[in-house]
């Protein structure tokens, strides 16, 4: 990770909005992004940022009163105050940071606190399982202004994260092509199958079911894995029918162990029928494209597009090469 212009690094992130009140118009909710080191208690947190706030209107008395009556460019001091706060106080806030709903955000912090947080990390010791706090802890907390306060946010696991680096847009679409060109080969490859030996309509028909079953490939998987809530399709059905719940545990009769042996077998020609289903949906790499994430050209192009999609294609043209070596052709002499 290297730091950007200024001396920044960029903290990315997309939360959604649970709206309690309608709230402002055209506008989102307004957060506040507390960053610290790993061993910090929130207990801990509102006083050292009270200290922190303290020692900065200090610092900015100090910096007028040795001015005077000259102008102060606070745009060049503020950032020699913070690189100075530091040092003492590793903690950086970030207030008044507007939040929108399905859109992908930033807010930057002062590199010198990443390298400072890594030197924390390095000098803490671990515990006698050999785990150590994380190197930074981000606390988001909603400003209690009229349209925010009555606001929630929505937070995942990975709906934050550092920024390290930044790619060129256009290569990246050009990768997400490449998935979408890799697609385009399997219906070709599958198609030129076909084709050996069924009609155009019934290779078509052919065709369109594999690659339509192909996007429901996991939960074909579910269902295949006996993975699905109410069990198989035979004892669902019973369950609906009966009223029954669909997590409970049926009543042992002769009737229900026929139900269940049907699924058995079902789930046994469903894993055979998979077989011939590809994975149409690993192909479609428009959200890597649109949530400006880098598509890996060796790990995801290349070990999750065309090593499976090589392996789906070879016993498709290797049936291919004997239907068509077996086919009565007609001789044109």
Wanted: aromatic residues 12%; negative net charge.
């Amino acid at each position: 990770m290297q730091p950007r212009e200024g001396g920044k690094a960029r903290i990315e992130f997309s939360f959604d909005i649970f709206r309690l009140t309608k709230g402002d118009e055209n506008k989102g909710v307004f957060c506040t992004f507390k960053f610290a080191d790993g061993n910090t208690q929130v207990a801990d947190l509102e006083r050292q940022f009270e200290l922190r706030r303290q020692e900065r209107d200090r610092l900015l008395a100090e910096a007028r009163k040795a001015a005077g009556t000259k102008a102060i460019d606070y745009a060049e001091l503020n950032p020699k105050i913070d690189a100075e706060l530091l040092k003492t106080y590793p903690i950086y806030e970030a207030a008044g940071v507007e939040v929108t709903d399905y859109h992908t955000l930033s807010v930057d912090i002062p590199y010198s606190l990443v390298e400072q947080l890594r030197e924390l990390d390095r000098n803490q010791p671990a515990d006698a399982a050999g785990r150590k706090p994380p190197p930074l802890q981000v606390f988001v907390s909603i400003d209690p202004d009229r349209g925010s306060a009555a606001q929630m946010l929505g937070v995942a696991p990975r709906d934050l994260y550092i920024l390290a680096d930044e790619k060129n847009f256009y290569v990246n679409f050009i990768k997400g092509l490449v998935g979408l060109w890799f697609l385009t080969l399997m219906v070709l490859g599958v198609a030129i199958c076909c084709s050996t030996y069924l009609s155009g309509v019934v290779s078509l028909l052919c065709t369109l079911f594999l690659f339509l079953t192909g996007f429901f490939v996991p939960s074909l998987q579910q269902m295949a894995n006996n993975q699905t809530i109410g069990g198989g399709p035979a004892e669902a059905f019973t369950r609906i029918v009966s009223r029954n719940n669909m997590v409970a545990p049926l009543e042992e009769s002769p009737g229900v162990t026929v139900i269940q042996g049907f699924d058995v077998v079902f789930r046994w020609q469903l894993r055979r029928i998979l077989t011939l289903i590809p994975d149409a949906a690993r192909f479609d790499l428009h959200p890597y494209v649109a949530n400006g994430f880098d598509i890996s050209a060796s790990r995801i192009l290349f070990v999750d597009n065309f090593l499976p999609l090589l392996g789906y294609l070879i016993p498709w043209f290797v049936l291919a090469y004997y239907l068509i070596n077996y086919r009565e052709i007609a001789n044109p002499t």
